[in-house]
Every structure is written in C-alpha cells, then in structure tokens.
C-alpha cells in the first residue's frame, strides 16, 4: 500500500531559501502550500504537487489570518506534516543603514517583528489542530544573528531572531504533549537575493572558506521533517559553516 501524501505549510516561498525548501519538499513527493508578498515563479506553477499559494504580506494580521483560513479549508480535516516559518525582512532605513538601536523609525522595528517573530507565532497557532493530527513538526528560520553580533544584520533583525530562537524552544515544550516538534534551523551567510558584495569580507571568518547555499539550508529543514529526527525537538540547527565556532 503507497503511503500518504506528506503536507507542508511554508511561508516565503518565492525567493531565497524559502524556494529551495519548495523545491526539496517537492521532489519528496509532499504536497504544498505556501505564501510569500510575491506570486510564484511561472516555471514552478506546472508542478502538481504545489496545491495553493496566497500572495499575501504576514506582517499584517488580517492577511496572517486569511492565510491560515484559506489553508485549513483545504486541509478540511487533514493532517499537517510540517509547518515551515520562513517569511523575514531585515530593512534598511532611507540612509541605507540596517535598524539600530539609535536610527530607524520605532514603527519600522514593530513591522520587523510583525514577521520575523509574531507571525511564527500566529500560524503555528492556527495550524496546531492539522499538525497535531498528524504528529508533525514546525521548523522556525532563525539566523546566525540571532546568537551573535553581526556586522550588516542590524539590530532589529537580529533581536527578532533571537526572539524567534526562544520561542523556537518555548513552543517545543508547550506542543510535545500534542506530538507536535518544533526546531529551528539558524542560517550563517547563505548566497540569496539579501546577499550584497559587502559580505564578502566575512567569508575568511568561515571555516569552510565559503557561503552556504539555498539548498543546502532546505536540505536540513528537510532532515528535521524526517522520521530520522523524530525524537528531536526544540533543538536550533546552524547552517553556517561552522562560523559560530570562530
């Protein structure tokens, strides 16, 4: 007998790391359903097991709501085998600096934290009936910031993530008696769309001497999505080279 179909929900799937997760979990097998604030890229509209996507921005919370409604009505009373929260934004001010304790608007704070860090907490929230039908997991995108200073992060990026990895650990308490696992997965310097020239200079503080990829960062929210991580939970995963251990 062929086993079931396996079920993501993973938000900012257009670009980055967050397509690299798509394309992985895909070519598993599992069936989709994603958002991002863009539409999906047109070649990857032919595959069949991309079932839904909602353009929508999740730093607003009518649009996290009608994300999760959307979903859960396709879902019915299906299961959810892993919720993906992906979605985060480190801005810039209008003089190009990252948000510091000391420039950038108040209001631009919040929005970053809207994202990086409440609307975690709004899905795994609306989705926790179908994960825990399921037994499934959550897998929080962290980053390397969030652990230590970084020099182009900016400071509102950096605490939400932060934020995010205690809450990572917090969820992973509060939801094992449900079955459900929660672990997050913290990115070092990953070759994507936020990637400028100016980080180049922090490849010698890599031991591996070299950016990571996009797929390489799917390939372990993969793993912990697996059975082979079943009794894994609340653990925070670096991708990063071993550029925490310098």
Not at 101 to 111: D, F, N, T, Y
Not at 141 to 161: D, E, L, Q, W
Not at 173 to 178: F, H
Request: glycine share 8%; aromatic share 6%; charged share 20%.
């Amino acid at each position: 007998m062929a086993e079931a179909q396996k079920t993501l929900v993973l938000t900012g799937a257009s670009r980055g790391i967050g397509h690299a997760t798509v394309k992985r979990f895909a070519s598993a097998g599992w069936r989709l359903f994603t958002c991002s604030r863009e539409a999906i890229p047109a070649d990857c509209r032919v595959d069949p097991n991309w079932a839904h996507h909602v353009a929508c921005d999740l730093s607003v919370p009518a649009d996290r709501r009608r994300f999760v409604d959307e979903v859960n009505e396709l879902l019915g009373d299906g299961p959810l085998h892993a919720l993906v929260n992906n979605a985060g934004v480190s801005p810039k001010t209008p003089y190009k600096e990252r948000l510091g304790v000391l420039h950038g608007e108040l209001e631009a704070w919040h929005k970053v934290f809207e994202l990086n860090f409440f609307a975690a907490l709004d899905l795994t929230r609306g989705f926790a009936a179908s994960l825990a039908r399921a037994r499934g997991c959550v897998v929080n995108i962290t980053s390397i910031a969030a652990h230590r200073a970084h020099p182009f992060a900016g400071s509102a990026y950096s605490t939400s993530k932060a934020a995010l990895s205690g809450l990572t650990r917090e969820m992973a308490v509060e939801l094992a008696p449900l079955g459900i696992r929660v672990n997050a997965v913290a990115p070092g310097e990953i070759v994507t769309e936020m990637i400028s020239p100016e980080y180049e200079p922090l490849i010698n503080r890599i031991p591996m001497q070299r950016m990571g990829t996009a797929a390489e960062t799917a390939d372990a929210i993969f793993a912990l999505c697996s059975p082979d991580f079943a009794y894994v939970t609340g653990a925070e995963i670096p991708v990063n080279g071993g550029q925490n251990l310098v």
